[in-house]
C-alpha cells in the first residue's frame, strides 16, 4: 500500500509534468499565431495564380506542358506531410495512417513516397516504404523557398517519367480545434479542371508573352505555391493540435492531483484517528 512518502513524490512528479504541458501549451499557441497567418495568407495567393494558368491554358487550342501530359498510371508519387515532433495528439498517427491505406489500395501499382518531417521519414523506414527523397527540420515554419526545392524533385521526378501521378497528403488548418485530413491530386495538371475551378471568375488578362512562353514560367510556380500551401497549412494544423493536447494533457494533470490528494488526505487522517484511538486506548487501560 503505497504511503504518505509515496503520494508526496508521486504529487511532485505529475506537478512537475504540469508545469512542462503548460509552458508547451503556451509555447504552441505563439507559434501558432504566426502559422496561422502563413496558411491564410497563402491560400489566396495559391487561388490566384490557379486562375492565372486556368486563363493561360484557355487561350490556347491544345496546351503542350510536360507537366499537362496524362499517362496511365502505373507508378505513383505520394507527398506526405507530417511534423519533426510528437506530443500533437493524432496529428502524425492520422497522417501515417492514411498513407498507409493510400499505399495498400495501389499495391497492385509502383508506388513512391517523399516523406516531409521527421515522424514521416520515420515511419516510412520502419514500413519500408519506397522513398524518392525526404525532407525535414522544418516543417513548423512553412518556408517557401524549401517549397520550391520539393517542388523541382517533383518536377524532375514527373518531367522524367519517373512518376504517372503525383498525390499530396496533410492535415489542412480549419481551426485551432479542428483539423482536417486533405487528399488531393498534384499532377497531372487536368486543363478541364483548372476551367472549371475558374469557371465562376472569369477574368480576361492581358499578356505581353504568348500563352505558351508564359505557361512554361507559371506551372512551376503553380507547383510550388501548391506545395507551400500543404506545408502552411500542416505547420498551422500541427501547432494548434500540439496546443489543444497540452492543454487537455494539464488539465488532466490537474485532476490527477486532485485525486491524489484526496488519496494521500485519506490516509493521513486514518492514520490520524488510528493515533487518537491508540492514545485513547491506552489511557483507558492505565485507568
Known sequence: MPTLLDYRRRIRSVKSTQQVTRAMKFVSAARLRRAQEKAIEARPYAAQITEMVRSAVARMEAPQHPLLARRPEQRVLLLLATGDRGLAGAFNANAVRRALEFLRSHRDLQTQIIPIGRKGRDAARRQKWNVAAEYTGFTAKADFARAKEIAAKVIELYEGDHTDAVYLLFNEFKSVMTQKMVFEKLLPIDPAELSKKGASSQVDYIYEQPPEQLLQGLLPRYIAA???????????????????????????????????????????????????????????WSA
Open 226 to 284: 501548391r506545395i507551400y500551401r500543404m506545408l502552411a497549412d500542416s505547420s498551422a494544423a500541427e501547432h494548434a493540435a500540439r496546443m489543444t493536447a497540452m492543454d487537455s494533457a494539464t488539465n488532466n494533470a490537474g485532476d490527477l492531483i486532485e485525486s491524489l490528494t484526496l488519496q494521500m488526505n485519506k490516509i493521513r487522517q486514518a492514520a490520524i484517528t488510528k493515533e487518537i484511538i491508540e492514545v485513547v486506548s491506552g489511557a483507558s
